[in-house]
Antibody
Framework: QVQLRESGPGLVEPSQSLSLTCTVS??????????WSWIRQRPGKVPEWIGY???????EYNPSLKSRSLMSVDTSRNQFSLTIKSLTVADTAMYYC????????????????????WGQGILVTVSS | QSVLTQPPSVSGAPGQTVTISCTGD?????????VNWYQQLPGTAPKLLIY???NRPSGVPDRFSASRSDTSASLAITGLQAEDETDYYC????????????FGTGTTVTVL
């Protein structure tokens, strides 16, 4: 059974950077079977996909966050990470890691373009 | 603002059937990208209900079914139960100006 768990700070000051790590158990990232994503959900809002990473370090980001986001993978620890810089209060959200994503073009997607399972999430508050 | 539009709320009595629509356009569902559905209970992460338009993951009751046509999709819950009262989201890929995976606006199901 695949499980994901997010870790990182719960409180970050505005203008600072946020770094989160997702630890995966039950599946090896370097098996290459899936892409791995970060998704956030602001209070009372719909989920927002942030980006995905493949074990080869191939990444794709939501254009709305691309300029401030960076994902990395550590296959030796079976973890992948997200850094978002220049935080504002609008970045306050529940951040989830999830298995899923893939390269999409011309009406079809390579990989598993759905998200399952998800981690339990980590609430990040941006405040001074 | 999501490119996938869902009704804010639907309701039904126990045992009835409710349907949730997900309306997109030619840059997402109409372009051929699959639709997936999630259930989100309060205070928890979304849970996958349907993938690739019509497929149920192991463990999801067959009361949940989905379909897809042209630029829209729908989720049906038959034999509505009290535990089904929560939020539901559709999800697909949008190839428009801001190409990315996108979630619908969300629908709250109320069991009367």
């Amino acid at each position: 059974q695949v499980q994901l768990r997010e870790s990182g700070p719960g409180l970050v000051e505005p203008s600072q950077s946020l770094s989160l790590t997702c630890t995966v158990s039950g599946e090896s990232l370097n098996s290459g079977r899936h892409y791995w994503s970060w998704i956030r959900q602001r209070p009372g809002k719909v989920p927002e996909w942030i980006g995905y990473i493949f074990y080869t370090e191939t990444t794709e980001y939501n254009p709305s966050l691309k300029s401030r986001s960076l994902m990395s993978v550590d296959t030796s620890r079976n973890q992948f990470s997200l850094t978002i810089k220049s935080l504002t209060v609008a970045d306050t959200a529940m951040y989830y890691c999830a298995r899923g994503g893939g390269y999409c073009s011309a009406g079809s997607c390579y990989g598993s373009p759905w998200f399952d399972p998800w981690g339990q999430g980590i609430l990040v508050t941006v405040s001074s | 603002q999501s490119v996938l539009t869902q009704p804010p709320s639907v309701s039904g009595a126990p045992g009835q059937t409710v349907t949730i629509s997900c309306t997109g356009d030619m840059s997402n569902i109409g372009a051929g990208y699959d639709v997936n559905w999630y259930q989100q209970l309060p205070g928890t992460a979304p849970k996958l209900l349907i993938y690739r338009n019509t497929n149920r993951p192991s463990g999801v009751p067959d009361r949940f079914s989905a379909s897809r046509s042209d630029t829209s999709a729908s989720l049906a819950i038959t034999g509505l139960q009290a535990e089904d009262e929560t939020d539901y989201y559709c999800q697909s890929y949008d190839s428009g100006l801001s190409a990315s995976f996108v979630f619908g606006t969300g629908t709250t199901v109320t069991v009367l």
